[in-house]
């Protein structure tokens, strides 16, 4: 027995094929296309039908998906999910199944650190869950011993926590910058930002935050003129790289003293493919944008709000038929082969493999061949 957060965690390890899913497992993967490829050999090896849940797809949409899986009558018993499980979703999880240990961050492939191990396994037997004993369990043997010493070892205390700068603590700063004649392009927010970083005195409980995040945005803001305290609240938004356009045609409105209006892009159809999926939850991330940006830069614009509460509703319509319908989605990708590159790519740069049985198959041993050397930045899933 292993106390995980103060819940009960039995690590019941050993390898499970797809044959042997039981209701109320969950496999662990961290690519959009090892989700859906697990997701769709569970439906075609068994007579499970399978839940999922990333970091892309819009919460509500998240939320659905976890109520479809908690409700026993549903027909829904397995879930396929990313690292987002653990993102503010209340799971009925017997059983934790890692796909891998590995994943692409976005810049290289790391292997889970002993908390992230140990947080994800958490999410099995929940207190007053019908699993209150939980498992975790692995597809490749090869990870067995890994994932037994991180069960086994304590979570290191949080060292820092972090600390975000407001608006009125930016603005002051400009103004100490200019006065002083200490950076002559003081009221540039990416400059401000840069300086802020560089100067702040923190004490070792504590760093700065976002600061990254922030600066990128900012930069791409510079040439727009508007108040370094409304610029800094964009910074703030809930922008990714592919909705920036969004914020930049906002910004570029709002600093004319025109009222914005949603960008002009496609319009919502029906997915027949999981990069339209992907298109759809892009969509709906743009339209989430924009009234985020109307609520906090009145006046807003009635008329192209209701466009875009429009446009969600209508994106959230396409995403869930195409979750509940992912068997008519083309799919051309191997998660067996992917995890076997991540593998060989992590022992390479960090001196040698980690032992075990290297025969091991994963779910089973009929896998399609797969030609598809995707992008694992455009597959990678960011929480």
Known sequence: MKSVSNRTLVPHLQRVSTEKVQP?????????????????????????????????????????QARLFNDQDSGYDIL????????????????????????FNGEKVVRLSHSEVKQISGRAGRRNSPYPNGEVSCRDPR???????????????IAQAGLLP????????????????????????????RQFSAMATVQGDFFLCRQTEMRSIAKRLKHVPIPLRD????????????????LESFASKYSQGQVAGLPSRSVPKKAKSFDDLSYLCGLYADADLFLWLQLKFPPSNAVEAQAALARKEKTLEFINDALANTEQL??????????????????????????????????????????????????????
């Open 166 to 193: 407001t608006a009125a603590h930016i603005e002051l700063f400009s103004d100490a910058l200019g006065a002083y004649k200490l950076d002559d392009d003081h009221r540039n927010l990416h400059q401000v930002l």
């Open 24 to 64: 109320g497992d969950c496999v662990v993967a961290f690519s959009r296309n090892d989700i859906f490829a697990i997701k769709r050999e569970i439906e075609t090896s068994t007579n499970y039908k399978c839940c999922v849940i990333y970091g892309k797809l819009p919460p509500q949409t998240r939320a659905d």
């Open 143 to 157: 990870d067995l011993p890994y994932i037994s010493t991180c069960l086994s070892t304590e979570i290191e205390q």
């Open 330 to 383: 083309k799919l051309d990708h191997s998660y067996i082969r992917q995890a076997t590159r991540h593998r060989a790519i992590w022992e390479a740069e960090n001196g040698g493999d980690m032992g075990g049985d290297h025969s091991g198959r994963m779910f089973h041993d009929g896998e399609s061949s797969d030609h598809d050397e995707y992008s694992e930045e455009e597959q990678a899933i960011y929480m």
């Open 80 to 103: 396929v999910a990313s690292d987002a499980i653990g993102m503010g979703l209340n799971l009925n999880i017997r059983r934790i199944i890692f796909n891998s240990v590995f994943k």
């Open 231 to 246: 610029a800094y609240t964009m910074c703030l938004s809930p922008t990714t790289e592919k909705s920036m356009k969004v």
